[in-house]
């Protein structure tokens, strides 16, 4: 069996159906991971959203910013906006099904060796602190979907703080785990800053190289597609702009490399 990790789809289907011929997916026995954001702003999330519900067995998925404005509308907690693309789910049937099993979706995934995340982990947490937050973040998205959605917005807290109040802990859990690229020097999230890393200025640092907690496992995320495929010590970074019309980037566990397409132009507006 082989496993590889994917980066941010956002709706490219063909550039996904690409990818995955170019790895050799084999359904019945590989498994994928995807580090989040499967909708929105590509032409295919429906059919995005098909294909990973119909191969959910076979894959591995945490929620990102996306995915979770996604639920937002659902829930008539946002509106459409100009820029979302994902209008034609919202029309189909058996859609509960579908909703319920991204309610069911983590922020964090992992094993002993590899965990996944869709944006980053704060720099203060251990690996058990940050799948605690995320089962709490999905026990109470599940109890009252719209109320939890709603009290999910925001920007504060931007640093962690465990005494805080339970919607703002959990607020900072997703802000962190969804949405954060880079940390302010007393280590709280700046959420402005989302050019590549040749114009970053001297008083923010990626997250992923601010001064952290030991972690035993090698990180897995997205989100940050201005900075493309970055490694570092302990993990990499797979968003590599495919919806912005470069490449689809998978990591390969067992090779320990990337993989990449070109972007399909059928995904792209």
């Known amino acids: 069996m082989s496993i590889y990790a994917i980066g941010d789809l956002q709706g490219c ?14 359904k019945k026995e590989d498994e994928v991971w995807f580090v989040g954001d499967l909708v929105n702003r590509g032409q295919g999330s429906l059919e995005v959203l ?5 191969h959910r067995d076979n894959i591995k998925i945490v929620l990102g910013n996306h995915d979770l404005h996604f639920l937002a509308v659902f829930f008539k907690v946002k509106k459409l906006s100009k820029k979302d693309t994902f209008e034609s789910i919202l029309k189909i049937k058996n859609l509960s099904k579908i909703i ?6 983590p922020l964090v995934y992992g094993n002993e060796k ?3 995340v869709h944006a980053g982990i704060a720099p203060s947490w251990s690996s058990e602190l940050t799948k605690k937050l995320s089962n709490e973040v999905t026990i ?9 959605l709603k009290e999910m917005y925001g920007n504060l807290p931007n640093i962690w703080n465990e005494n805080d109040k339970k919607e703002d802990r959990l607020r900072f859990a997703i802000n962190t785990m969804t949405r954060m690229r880079t940390l302010n020097q007393d280590g709280s999230i700046n959420f402005s800053f989302k050019e590549s890393i040749n114009k970053l200025p001297s008083n923010l640092t990626p997250w ?3 001064p952290a907690e030991e972690r035993k496992e090698f990180i897995l995320s997205g989100h940050w597609s201005a900075i493309g495929v970055q490694a570092y010590t302990n993990g990499i970074t797979l968003d ?8 689809l980037s998978a990591y390969s566990f067992d090779e ?14």
Not at 50 to 54: L, M, P, R, T
Not at 100 to 105: N, P
Not at 140 to 148: D, T, V
Request: hydrophobic fraction near 40%; include cysteine; aromatic fraction near 18%.
């Open 13 to 26: 289907f063909f550039s996904l159906q690409s990818l995955l011929d170019t790895i050799n997916f084999n």
């Open 50 to 54: 098909k294909w990973c519900y119909e």
């Open 100 to 105: 319920d099993w991204l309610l069911s979706i």
């Open 114 to 116: 590899n965990l996944m």
């Open 140 to 148: 109470e998205l599940n109890k009252n979907p719209k109320k939890f």
């Open 208 to 210: 992923y190289l601010f």
């Open 240 to 247: 590599s702009g495919c919806v912005w019309g470069r490449k």
């Open 256 to 269: 320990k490399k990337i993989i990449s397409v070109p972007a399909d132009p059928r995904d792209l507006f």
